[in-house]
């Protein structure tokens, strides 16, 4: 049932899907941003996590209904959850339900893999009484109505549908790999194979998938009991569930594109330093891919009541500015310039310096007579006064991070800084 003055799709799917976030990933590519929080807890955009954008992607679709399953150093995510998406109506039957790994099967099992973090669960998926499970990945940024996704499922009486990106075919072997027919059933699935099959009528693409699944509930309890029961299994979906029901079962692909141009819509997989840099920075555009300022999607987080971003001093050499930037509140920028740059919230940067094609994490302060470009500043780093970074690479690579980019990453740690923040 599709609303006449809009194109999305809240109905009785939507209200009968039960979605499923796996947040329990370290993001070890991710190098020490991940040090002390899981990747779905990085913070991104100036004032989200990567966590509100699955999250805001369900509530926006009408599913109201969301478990997250937690287990890497989810101290951050918790509270981050717990903060900001307590919102949703219990008596109406809306919730956002925490699921850690809690060794439920036995006392040594925690999640084995993606399938078994849904398998321990399945006792309180089976509670809630859902038609459809909806199974999400917690770590990439993107923006999706879910509802014709479902649509599409029911619609090709499938057992599981696959959302998937079109991805040029030199890239495609970092990414499961579908091979499809014309009518985009599934008849290969492959996790980074050397040679990836390309899409129907495009030779220079493949069909990526981007860990988003939907099962019929109880067709996704047949198979992974199925999965607990066969030896050597990695207990992993991209791995085993999906390849072992593509022969037996209807698996169908749908490619996630813009519902009015049919092209590719934005996804970015933000697992690398160097990726989570660049996608921070895309938002600086004029018109970016990813549009925050998007009132018909918005996506919602927790954020303290901080006051408004605040520039001082106008001398000819000390003057507080940003230019081609995006500054958060609380930010204080005194005296210095910022250029092409992304400020989360409470950062303040002193006198006499310059900041340059630099992502800066909350609650940082920054020296005065420092330059800084190419990097990336985590949570609750105090920059001292007069340092240089992304000035010298071998400097650099003595004291942080370098990527393979020439992005520097820098954490308290790497400054001989205790932690003094939840991370």
């Known amino acids: 049932m599709r609303s006449q ?54 509530v926006n679709s009408g599913i109201r ?66 038609k459809y499970v909806l199974i ?9 109505d879910y509802g014709p996704m479902i649509a599409q499922h029911v619609e090709n009486q499938a ?66 009991i199925r999965d607990c029961d066969t030896p050597g299994s990695s207990r992993d979906f991209g791995k085993d569930i999906i ?46 891919e990813l549009n925050l300022y998007d009132s018909d999607w918005p996506i919602w987080t927790y954020q303290e009541q901080l006051p408004p971003a605040k520039f001082i001093f106008d001398e000819n050499d000390r003057r507080g500015m940003a230019v081609d930037s995006m500054v958060s509140g609380g930010c204080i920028i005194s005296g210095s310039i910022v250029r092409h740059s992304l400020l989360f919230s409470n950062v303040c940067v002193d006198d006499y310096s310059n900041i340059e094609d630099t992502v800066v994490l909350p609650d940082v302060t920054i020296g005065k007579h420092c330059e800084i470009r190419n990097a990336v500043i985590d949570k609750g780093c105090r920059i001292p006064e007069g340092m240089k970074i992304g000035v010298s690479t071998e400097d650099d690579k003595n004291r942080f991070t370098v990527t393979p980019n020439g992005v520097v990453l820098v954490t308290p740690d790497m400054l001989g800084q205790e932690l003094r923040y939840v991370r």
């Not at 993606?114 to 309180?124: E, G, K, R």
């Not at 996790?191 to 069909?207: F, I, Q, R, W, Y």
């Not at 390849?243 to 049919?262: E, L, N, T």
């Open 243 to 288: 390849p072992g029901a593509i022969d037996k079962y209807r698996v169908f692909a749908y490619p996630f594109r813009d519902v009015q141009s049919g092209e590719q819509s934005y996804w970015r997989d933000v697992g690398t330093v160097d990726a989570y840099w660049k996608a921070n920075l895309e938002l600086i555009g004029v018109t970016p």
């Open 159 to 224: 057992d599981i549908t696959v959302g998937c990106i079109e991805v040029p075919i030199e890239e495609a072997r970092a990414f499961g790999v579908m091979g499809v027919d014309e009518d985009t059933r599934i008849h290969s699935f492959l996790e980074k194979p050397e040679h990836p099959e390309t899409m129907p009528g495009n030779d220079k693409s493949a069909l990526c998938s981007m860990g988003i699944y939907i099962f019929n509930t109880d067709f996704l309890f047949e198979q992974l």
């Open 5 to 58: 003055c809009s194109l999305r799709f809240v109905s009785r799917l939507t209200r009968d899907t039960l979605a499923l976030i796996m947040a329990g990933g370290r993001g070890s590519r991710l190098q020490q941003l991940t040090q002390w929080r899981a990747k779905p807890a990085v913070p991104f955009g100036g004032k989200f996590r990567i966590i509100d954008f699955p999250l805001s992607n369900c």
């Open 136 to 144: 999400l990945a917690g770590d990439h940024i993107y923006k999706m």
């Open 65 to 130: 209904q969301i478990g997250v399953i937690t287990q890497y150093k989810a101290h951050s995510l918790l509270m981050h959850i717990q903060r900001g998406w307590g919102h949703l109506r219990g008596e109406f039957g809306e919730f956002v339900e925490l699921l850690p790994a809690q060794q439920r099967v036995d006392e040594t099992s925690w999640y084995a893999g993606t399938a078994d973090s849904i398998y321990q669960n399945m006792d309180i998926i089976r509670s809630h009484g859902p």
